[in-house]
């Protein structure tokens, strides 16, 4: 039971358990296959809610044979709260809807379960190091994460990051690489580089094992609704990965019947900005055309979605769709669900629940529908996008002056 | 036009461990025909009915082709084509 190989999503190649991410017959993703033969539901769970408060907790439903990998780090991520926002719902006259807040990982972005199963699989294959390109959020986790393991990293991010991002991973003690382009450059570059060196690219070479961390978001909304599925999620899309992953995970627990009902309707979100998914479903195309990403949401800037092809055909089997959405309701939505949830979320959750706002004012969200958002990260990672929504009263140290003027005025500019 | 045509080192199995193909052309199209020419498996394994695999890409001098004309794009002597593949980051 367990983890059983690589298989081409493409032609079906089988792959051993190596560091491999494309096909060598049709340059197709490599993913994970499993054999869960024999597996009883019931003990299934009763293992799972026995295990740690983390991922781990569901290791055998991770590229890892035998349990927990001893070659995890100390860094446990996952976890995070689901919960309920009734005063979001009412908002947006929805009935019921939930926040994943993943900002609630060590590295305050879901990047820590990926990272996570990456370098505990990087680990378990002798790599020394660790290298990413990233948009900031993998950057700060596969720092962390090398950091907690005690191996040499490269981070590869695009030289014009948000300054937040770029701290929050250079303190770490990382080799901080920043790349005069876009982040598909980065990723060109990182892709070339991994054909020459002995490292763990985690988001290239180790891609197959990084992917697989984003299904335990699935698994753990699923397990805090009390071990039922919700009828639609909203997430963001970058290259697709978590998007897909996410709906792979609910697959895999349904086809074992870990639980029951259906899978849930696939709303995906972008930035108007840099939207090559969105672009693609509102065509009708099977593949994106690559864009040049132009948008506040720098965590979602990727032109060149390496599984756009997947979130799209995942958005129209589901009875979903994938929206995008403008800068200026990006920095509304980060306010829209800090004020209603006390949830500060950075860019690419404001174009989450922009999406959502969306969705429910265009009458495609059904009251009874059980609505799960995805925020990926944290709003101190992104401050610029809030500069302008608030006005603070600056007062003289006295009672008057209080009374005179800050007492009436709004916290709302 | 002299183009140096750059392999995936996944790839080299099918080009005798050669990473770079030196060969004439002048469109990406051209510049790949004949690196087919000298290595006929990688056709198959990188186009399907005359076009590039989905998952397949390929720059002109660190451009995506898509930017440009896809196997159209014209070459200028001395550019580098890079063979790459999609599937990575996020």
Request: aromatic content about 8%; charged content about 25%.
């Given at each position: 039971m367990g983890v059983t190989g690589l298989r081409c999503k493409e032609c079906g190649s089988a792959y051993e358990l190596e560091a491999a991410y494309f096909?060598?017959?049709?340059?197709g993703p490599l993913e994970a296959t499993y054999d869960h033969a024999g597996l009883d539901p019931a003990e299934a769970r009763r293992k799972i809610q026995a295990?740690?408060?983390?991922?781990?907790?569901?290791a055998d439903f991770?590229?890892?044979?035998?349990?927990?990998?001893?070659?995890?780090?100390?860094l446990e991520p996952g976890l995070t709260p689901l919960v309920r926002a009734e005063r979001l719902a009412e908002r947006l006259g929805l009935g019921e809807v939930w926040v994943?807040?993943?900002?609630?990982n060590p590295t305050h972005s879901f990047k820590d379960r990926v990272v996570g199963v990456a370098v505990a699989k990087a680990r378990e294959l002798g790599f020394g190091t660790l290298a990413c390109a990233s948009t900031g959020n993998l950057a700060n986790a596969v720092a962390a994460h090398a950091a907690a393991a005690g191996l040499d990293s490269y981070v590869f991010v695009?030289?014009?990051?948000e300054e937040q991002k770029l701290l929050a991973t250079g303190v770490y003690g990382t080799r901080l690489v920043g790349v005069k382009g876009t982040y598909d450059d980065v990723n060109r570059l990182c892709t070339e580089l991994s054909g020459s060196?002995?490292?763990?690219f985690v988001n290239v070479n180790l891609r197959p094992y990084y992917s697989e961390g984003s299904k335990t978001v699935a698994f753990e909304i699923t397990e805090q609704l009390g071990w039922e599925v919700p009828d639609r999620i909203v997430c963001p899309i970058a290259s697709g990965s978590l998007f897909t992953r996410i709906g792979r995970g609910f697959e895999e627990w349904l086809e074992v019947g870990l639980v029951e009902g259906a899978l849930p309707t696939f709303s995906g979100a972008q930035a108007e900005g840099c939207g090559p998914v969105a672009q693609a479903y509102s065509e009708g195309w099977e593949i994106c055309k690559p864009a040049r990403p132009d948008t506040i949401a720098k965590s979602l800037?990727?032109?060149?979605?390496?599984d756009g092809p997947y979130a799209l055909e995942l958005a129209r089997r589901t009875g979903g769709e994938i929206e995008a959405v403008s800068d200026d309701e990006i920095r509304d939505g980060i306010r829209l669900l800090a004020e209603t949830t006390g949830i500060f979320t950075e860019t690419a959750g404001g174009v989450t629940v922009a999406t959502l706002r969306k969705l429910a004012e265009a009458g495609?969200?059904?009251?009874?529908e059980r609505v799960v958002v995805v925020?990926?990260?944290?709003g101190l990672k992104t401050l610029d996008a809030t500069r302008e929504g608030f006005r603070m009263s600056e007062i003289e140290p006295t009672v008057e002056a209080f009374e005179a003027g800050a007492e009436v005025a709004s916290a709302a500019a | 036009m002299a183009i140096t045509v750059k392999i995936p080192a996944q790839l080299r199995g099918v080009t005798a461990g050669e990473g770079e193909v030196e060969v004439d052309g002048a469109t990406v199209g051209e510049a790949l025909d004949a690196v087919f020419d000298q290595h006929s498996e990688l056709r198959e394994r990188i186009t399907e009915d005359g076009t590039l695999r989905r998952f397949v890409n390929v720059y002109v001098s660190g451009e995506d082709i898509r930017f440009q004309d896809?196997?159209?794009t014209t070459l200028s002597d001395g550019d580098e084509v890079t063979i790459l593949p999609a599937v990575a980051g996020g």
């Open positions: 096909c060598e017959e049709c340059f295990g740690s408060s983390s991922i781990w907790r569901y991770l590229p890892f044979a035998g349990g927990p990998p001893a070659t995890r780090t100390s994943k807040n993943d900002a609630a695009p030289s014009d990051l060196r002995p490292w763990a800037a990727i032109g060149d979605p390496a495609r969200i059904d009251r009874r925020i990926t990260g944290e | 896809g196997l159209d």
